[in-house]
């Protein structure tokens, strides 16, 4: 039920199209982009003039820190002229003289009220309204409602004993006084050393008498190297100026930027040196936090770079001690916003600047005359604090949003923020949110992300307007999935492991999720653009014309995955199934040669072994022996490629990292393979195989007992039919059989192939491609091809069989695992969710699949114990 003062309309009762919440950067051109389309837009803003972060941000040093040439707005090409940047990261007075003069060159102050706090959202179902009362006790009516109330608007309040008894002047630097502070002649103490911290303390250190900084978490920043633009950094921009902006928005971050391709665990120093060095003299974030491409993925990458940035700030602190307090050991750099300085970590060689440690010496409370901390008590003229926002959730829930139902967004949100895309949550029609919690916000260039927020909102109303409709929401699935999506983005980083306020770590009580979308501004772009072009996917809207519900999810695979196969789409590579079986062989080593090679083990060994034909010759193998102490439990392996392609080196990767994480021997065998070995060379190879390895396992240094077998497609197929094989005839005994992704059966006509046909590396004409290969139509449904079909299933291994959503032979992988357990067998099925046939072996690239990798080596790893417990 809406509230009545909200619903009856007040002192002016006026009724718009849109009622946008905040006059910063996102009001400014959703004002001027929706008046573009004819709406009735209405701004409420609670400050008395624009500019959004840049009007209350006032504090000494406040700066971007994204290079202004990008941190601008490029939707008008006149605008972009008529305006120049007179320094590389603009100040705050300079960015808020932007932001006038944008609203003065559009003439936007004439639909904005100013000192007007918007307090409450109500959803009028009968109406189709939005109901919005404000701090004026005004009232107004929309049929939409926009919150650009901005990720960083409501400052977080210091949670010290004691800070309302302090005498002295207090300071926040998100609510800083106009006419500035002279801190001449005073001590002062300044609280918190996040970025407004880190940008204020060397100007407040060089007029205070003394100043002391309490800091809880050390960051990690580096030095900017302002001052006038850089020509190098302002040629691409001036040479073509409509490429720079669209590059800008095809890129991670929203600032041009080509990702470099160079793994650090993979790298010698002198490169690693070399990368960070050149990354660190731009002074710019971005770079720095693409040094290597899996520097946010993996700790020991990421850790290179951080020792860096400790090593400098090192080498200019003097005082050890300081210098050691200084550097941040807490995080993996990037988990929490890092920081840009300019003489930061050289304030504390001034005799007058003292750090204190808040994690060893905590505040035991503000007085009436300072801070006592438990073994010393410090007198303030002024305290700073520098303690950070309630970010990208809290002014949104600030605001009583009430949609559908009675429902408020806070309730809905009680969890952490539920939401489309960022920009819409069900149950609330017709209301949006601009860089909301779930898009790419604070991780980018927000003026790129923002721009980008508002042309697809107002895209969006043009198309609700042309089908005749006028209310639009997500549905529940869409939402959820996206959340899904969003989530798994944040899985394969290192972000979740920090206490940041991109968590909602720095607000007490704050659900802890991952608020921002990390996927990329490119991915996310192409995402939103998606639903656009899928006839608004995931979205009910309804009107006059009738009611319209594109129920559906716009992104399903794993994000790595997707990346990988985009890719691949971008290169255009021919197809296996185009070439001949020799030229796919070649093809495929030089693809293997370009990856990277996968973790180090204790040690690698290749050698042959007799196959099950004496005439064809021996087949090769590697052995992969764990660096832990022996002796090892063995494992045989069988590599993928449809028993055409494929070779140890091919799997090499995948064995290194079963080997690492199983603490197994593994053993790569090389079978013999189509066309000049056809069906059923490889699976006799295999049982060949497994009879030699069982027959030498302490020349090859592995422990007594079973073997097990394990494999990948086509490889999957030769451990099923082995297990087969070898049950029937006299063994040896295997100790159990791990299937990843299995051929079980020829039969091509079932659902996973029909959906999966195309575009997810093994395509079903290259699959039959590989049966022709391999066997003759006639000998494709014997058991030795088609395990499946076997008489029976009964008495086989213990079995760990993976299959893949959006892999056509996921349908057969899930029957056998069905049908060995229905005969009586001890299974495992995972199921991975997001992947493709090919995504779960590319180590070190596709990082969403170490989970079912550590399942799989968990699974070999429990073979091997069951076979200990029954002995
Ligand atoms: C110190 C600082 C430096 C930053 N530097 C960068 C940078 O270099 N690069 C970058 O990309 N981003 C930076 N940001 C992020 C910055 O917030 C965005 O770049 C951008 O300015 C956000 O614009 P906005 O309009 O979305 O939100 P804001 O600028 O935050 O504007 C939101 C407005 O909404 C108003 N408001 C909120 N709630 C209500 C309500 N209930 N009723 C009425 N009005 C309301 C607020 O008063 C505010 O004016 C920085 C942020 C801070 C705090």
């Given amino acids: 039920m809406a509230d009545s003062r909200a619903a009856e309309g007040g002192a002016q009762g006026a009724e718009v199209d849109v009622v946008v919440v905040g006059a910063g950067f996102s009001g400014l051109y959703l004002l001027h982009k929706l008046r573009g389309l004819g709406l009735r837009v209405r701004v409420l803003e609670a400050a008395d003039d624009v500019g959004g972060t840049w009007y209350w941000n006032r504090y000494p040093g406040a700066r971007c820190d994204i290079p202004t040439t990008d941190y601008t707005f490029s939707f008008d090409p006149d605008l972009e002229t008529a305006w120049t940047w007179s320094e590389k990261y603009a100040t705050q007075p300079e960015i808020l003289r932007y932001a006038q003069f944008v609203a003065e060159r559009y003439d936007l102050r004439r639909d904005i009220d100013f000192n007007t706090r918007v307090e409450a959202a109500h959803w009028d179902a009968a109406a189709n309204q939005w109901r919005i009362r404000t701090s004026t006790d005004a009232s107004l009516s929309a049929r939409f409602c926009i919150m650009a109330s901005g990720c960083l608007s409501v400052p977080k309040a210091p949670e010290i004993t004691g800070a309302s008894r302090f005498q002295g002047d207090v300071y926040f630097t998100s609510r800083w006084p106009h006419q500035g ?375 399903q695979l794993q994000p790595d995955v997707g990346m990988v196969l985009d890719m691949l789409a971008a290169m255009n590579l021919p197809t296996f199934n185009s070439m001949s079986a020799e030229a796919a062989r070649a093809f495929m080593d030089q693809l293997s040669a370009a990856r990277p090679p996968g973790p180090a083990v204790g040690e690698t060994l290749d050698g042959t072994l007799p196959g099950a034909s004496p005439g064809s010759g021996p087949l090769n193998y590697r052995l992969y022996r764990p660096a832990t102490p022996g002796p090892h439990p063995v494992v045989v392996y069988f590599h993928g490629g449809g028993w055409v392609l494929g070779s140890h080196d091919s799997d090499d990767p995948l064995c290194r990292d079963l080997c690492r994480r199983s603490g197994c021997l593994i053993v790569s065998v090389d079978y013999r393979h189509a066309p000049e070995a056809r069906f059923p060379a490889a699976a006799d190879d295999g049982s060949a195989a497994v009879r030699w390895v069982s027959a030498h396992l302490a020349d090859l240094g592995g422990a007594p007992g079973p073997v097990a077998v394990a494999g990948w497609s086509a490889g999957a197929n030769v451990a099923a039919v082995t297990c087969q094989q070898l049950r029937d005839n006299g063994g ?64 086989l291994p213990p079995a760990c069989i993976v299959t893949c959503q959006f892999d056509p032979l996921r349908d057969e992988g899930v029957a056998y695992a069905k049908a060995l357990a229905a005969a009586g067998n001890r299974v495992q099925h995972i199921p991975a969710r997001g992947h493709t046939h090919t995504s779960l072996t590319m180590v070190d690239v596709v990082v969403s699949g170490e989970p079912v990798r550590a399942e799989m080596a968990a699974a070999l790893h429990g073979f091997f114990q069951r076979v200990a417990v029954a002995a």
Wanted: with cysteine.
């Fill in 181 to 555: 502070v002279d801190f001449t002649g005073q001590r002062v103490a300044v609280i918190g050393t996040g970025s407004s911290g880190i940008q204020s303390i060397p100007l407040i250190a060089e007029q205070a008498a003394q100043l002391t900084v309490f800091q809880r978490t050390p960051n990690y920043s580096i030095p900017a190297g302002n001052g006038p633009v850089a020509p190098a950094r302002r040629a691409p921009l001036e040479a073509d100026r409509a490429g720079y902006r669209q590059a800008a928005k095809l890129s991670r971050a929203g600032v041009p930027n080509e990702p470099t391709q160079i793994y650090g665990r993979y790298s010698q120093p002198a490169l690693q040196a070399e990368r960070f060095e050149a990354a660190w003299q731009t002074g710019e974030l971005i770079p720095i936090l693409g040094v290597f491409a899996d520097q946010i993925l993996f700790p020991d990458s990421n850790a290179i770079v951080a020792g860096k940035v400790r090593e400098k700030i090192r080498a200019v602190v003097q005082d050890p001690e300081t210098a050691e307090l200084l550097c941040p050991k807490d995080h993996h750099i990037g988990t929490k916003r890092p920081c840009l300085d300019t003489g930061y970590y050289q304030t504390f060689n001034r005799p007058n600047v003292r750090l204190v440690d808040l994690r060893t010496r905590p505040i035991a409370s503000i007085t009436e005359t300072g801070i006592d901390l438990a073994d010393e008590t410090m007198a303030f003229d002024a305290i700073v604090y520098a303690t950070g926002f309630d970010a990208m959730t809290g002014a949104i829930v600030a605001v009583d949003i009430t949609g559908r139902d009675g429902i408020t967004l806070k309730q809905k949100w009680a969890a952490g923020p539920i939401t489309y895309l960022g920009l819409m949550s069900a149950g609330f029609p017709n209301f949006f949110t601009i860089t909301g919690p779930g898009s790419p916000s604070v991780l980018s260039n927000m003026m790129v992300s923002i721009e980008q927020h508002v042309d697809w909102v107002s895209d969006c109303l043009v198309r609700l307007r042309a089908d005749g409709l006028t209310t639009i929401e997500p549905t529940p699935a869409a939402e959820a999935a996206w959340m899904v999506h969003s989530n798994d983005c944040a899985a394969i980083t290192l972000f979740p492991s920090a206490d940041s306020w991109y968590m909602g770590a720095n607000v007490p009580g704050k659900p802890r999720v991952f608020l921002p979308y990390v996927g990329g501004v490119d991915a996310y772009r192409k995402a939103c653009d998606d639903v656009a072009v899928r006839g608004d996917l995931g979205l009910h809207r309804s009107g006059p014309a009738g009611e319209r519900c594109n129920d559906g999810v716009v992104r």
């Fill in 732 to 795: 040896p005994a295997i100790a159990g059989q791990l299937l990843l992704t299995p051929v079980t059966d020829c039969d091509m006509a079932t659902p996973s192939y029909q959906d999966n046909a195309e575009g997810y590396v093994l395509t079903a004409p290259l699959m039959q491609w590989f049966w022709d290969h391999y066997a003759d139509p006639a000998d494709r449904a014997h058991p030795k091809a088609s395990p499946l079909r076997a008489a029976s299933l009964a008495n």
